[in-house]
């Protein structure tokens, strides 16, 4: 598809944006991994005056995202594991750059929501949970100290495991090896997000 056609599929839902508040959300895939597309999709959104956001995983050179941050209103990015051996273990690639990119973004003035998929057996514990949030209060402490104004917000999110991806699998004909794994209760999630508080840092979960 071209910009423009896009452009056209999402200008016939302005009046919901309008009606609530929202906007247009590039989502994964990575969006970054495409950021002349992108880019020139974020542009074309601005034009019309609605509100853009990206999802993202982070795990691509720092100049991918850059590019895309003028035309971009919030940012998204998830951090699964601060362990090397275990984000690696869970996701096929180490997060160095991740948490590099973090780094460098919590340096920016953008609105960012970072995010952590709470998945039982992979990143669930107490421990895990308490390790990211601190990272992302040392974020938060990093904005701060350099300056950056008032009302731009580092905000940590957790979000329970769901399988919702197991009839995709399926229609492609790939094993989905995580089928026997259940979505975390709601009690363990609030105990989470208990933990992410203790650890310094506003949490909230869905």
């Not at 929202?22 to 542009?43: H, K, M, R, W």
């Not at 019309?48 to 956001?53: C, P, R, S």
């Not at 008032?150 to 004909?173: N, Q, R, V, W």
Request: a negative charge; charged letters at 25%.
């Amino acid at each position: 598809m071209t910009v423009k056609q896009v452009m056209d599929e999402i200008l016939l839902d302005r009046a919901f944006y309008e009606s609530s508040g929202g906007g247009v959300t590039l989502s994964g895939g990575e969006p970054a991994l495409q950021c002349e597309f992108a880019y020139e999709l974020l542009t074309g959104c601005k034009s019309e005056g609605l509100h853009t956001a990206i999802e993202t995983c982070g795990e691509y050179p720092w100049a991918s995202l850059e590019g895309l941050l003028p035309v971009t209103d919030l940012i998204m990015m998830d951090l699964k594991h601060m362990t090397p051996y275990k984000h690696q273990k869970a996701t096929g690639r180490p997060n160095d750059r991740i948490l590099a990119n973090a780094r460098t973004l919590a340096l920016t003035e953008k609105p960012i929501i970072f995010r952590t998929p709470i998945v039982p057996t992979v990143n669930d514990t107490d421990e895990e949970v308490g390790h990211i949030a601190s990272f992302v209060r040392e974020l938060i402490e990093l904005r701060t100290k350099n300056g950056k104004p008032h009302g731009t917000t580092i905000s940590y999110e957790l979000l329970p495991f769901h399988k919702l991806a197991s009839d995709k699998y399926s229609s492609l004909g790939i094993d989905y090896n995580i089928s026997s794994i259940n979505p975390p209760t709601r009690e363990r999630m609030s105990e989470l997000v208990e933990i992410a508080r203790r650890n310094g840092v506003e949490a909230r979960s869905r």
